[in-house]
């Protein structure tokens, strides 16, 4: 017998029909897929896929977004399924929103409100849960209009407008007024986060990127031991996680995890959660995580990519991790993906496979801005000695003309770090070959 919390969530659910149109130069195979991850964002939400509706269109209707008859349709299936929610896979305007709600006398939304729903859910920080305000609120504002359409419906026309728009005029301000307070508190938080993010600077930094539900926080938890939450749904972690990871005594890196990527990202959502993609934007690496045994999971790729442009990134230093190795069913793909997207692993965080491998591939990365630099020293010798062997690798010692020389290798990173250190010996400046 279910126990009263049970009985509500059962009950509470909200079933619900999505709707995709195929638009020219789209394929039928590819709103397929858009549906396919629709119906697991809707999911992820809590709602019961019923039925899937798909039209073949030429344009969007101004109107409807699909056709007149084909809202219709959808509103016919809505009363005959006892629907509660219409999900349309791309955006709709505040006026196309308002006019299938009043003919289907159901709620509708579309993929961007989908989201940002479960944004909501998701957030647990105080950083999270602003980002998430912050991006509802502007999604909100063009659309508040059908908030108040209940005072136009009235029987006459005098005496209810003006209330109505007084009223929609008072929640614009009010919203207005938050979206800037929100901004303010966001522009704190980044400080703060810029603050921390100095006193790494001496850190070699490898971010994750990737697709939502690509493994990557499976990944952090299976090199890193931590304690991250994972499901097999969209989004289960907002904030950025980071973690120590040792790739040999001398090298320590920093393992940051980031938010998930998804295909029609809304662009405020993007822009809420800057700060946080800032980890990826200030680290020394990319792992652009894949699940190849995704059917589309190129198209995931360049999803990510055209992120990563739009912060700027996409030319830093990067290696492709093709995650769960282990659910690939063609294994022929892995050598032509292999000189494709070279530097690239495969592996499978799950299992624990070929770990070694993207180990490794860091380690490289790191090992190629190593450079060779020399220190002439006349007094705290064996300090200066320890401190070095501590981040390098001494290459050479020799005593000429009464002074201490000595040369080593060591990488960029360390090299500020050693920079650091050095500063409470009266040591001249190093000189990099």
């Not at 084909?70 to 509103?75: F, L, P, R």
């Not at 809505?78 to 709600?101: G, H, M, S, W, Y």
């Amino acid at each position: 017998m279910l126990n009263p919390d049970e009985e509500f969530s059962r009950n509470s659910v909200e079933r619900a029909i999505l709707v995709g149109s195929i638009l020219p130069r789209q394929g039928r195979h590819d709103v397929d897929e858009y549906l396919d991850e629709l119906a697991l964002l809707a999911d992820t939400a809590g709602a019961e896929v019923v039925r899937r509706v798909v039209q073949d269109r030429k344009a969007i209707d101004p109107a409807y977004f699909v056709g007149k008859g084909k809202a219709k349709e959808i509103a016919e299936q809505a009363k005959k399924l006892n629907l509660d929610l219409v999900i349309f896979d791309d955006d709709l305007t505040p006026a196309q929103i308002r006019n299938l709600e009043s003919m289907t006398s159901v709620k509708v939304i579309d993929r961007s409100g989908l989201i940002l729903d479960i944004f909501s859910r998701r957030a647990k920080s105080r950083e999270a849960k602003t980002q998430v305000e912050l991006a509802q609120l502007e999604y909100l504002l063009p659309r508040l209009t059908r908030r108040w359409q209940h005072l136009s419906r009235q029987e006459g026309g005098i005496g209810t407008r003006g209330p109505g728009e007084t009223q929609l005029e008072v929640d614009r301000r009010l919203v207005a007024k938050r979206i800037s307070t929100l901004k303010a508190e966001l522009q704190k938080i980044s400080q703060q986060r810029d603050t921390r993010r100095r006193n790494r600077s001496d850190i070699y930094k490898v971010a994750m990127v990737g697709y939502t539900n690509t493994g990557k926080s499976t990944l952090l938890n299976t090199l890193t031991s931590a304690d991250v939450a994972t499901e097999n749904r969209l989004f289960v972690t907002l904030d950025s996680t980071i973690r120590g990871l040792s790739l040999s005594p001398q090298l320590r890196v920093l393992l940051i995890d980031t938010v998930g990527f998804i295909r029609k990202l809304p662009h405020h959502l993007v822009a809420s959660f800057r700060s946080t993609l800032e980890e990826a934007v200030s680290s020394d690496l990319l792992l652009h995580v894949v699940d190849i045994s995704h059917p589309m999971f190129q198209d995931q790729i360049e999803s990510v990519k055209l992120v990563l442009s739009d912060l700027k990134i996409i030319d830093k230093p990067a290696i492709t991790v093709f995650n769960k190795i282990d659910l690939l069913k063609n294994r022929n793909l892995v050598g032509r993906l292999r000189d494709e997207y070279d530097p690239a692993v495969f592996v499978s965080a799950t299992r624990g496979y070929m770990l070694s491998d993207l180990l490794d591939s860091i380690r490289k990365t790191y090992e190629h801005e190593v450079i060779d630099t020399d220190i002439e020293l006349r007094s705290h010798v064996s300090e200066v000695l320890a401190e070095v062997g501590s981040l390098g690798t001494i290459l050479d010692t020799d005593v000429r003309n009464g002074r201490f020389h000595l040369n080593f290798r060591i990488s960029r990173v360390n090299l500020r770090k050693l920079e650091n250190r050095l500063r409470k010996f009266p040591v001249p400046e190093l000189k990099t070959d």
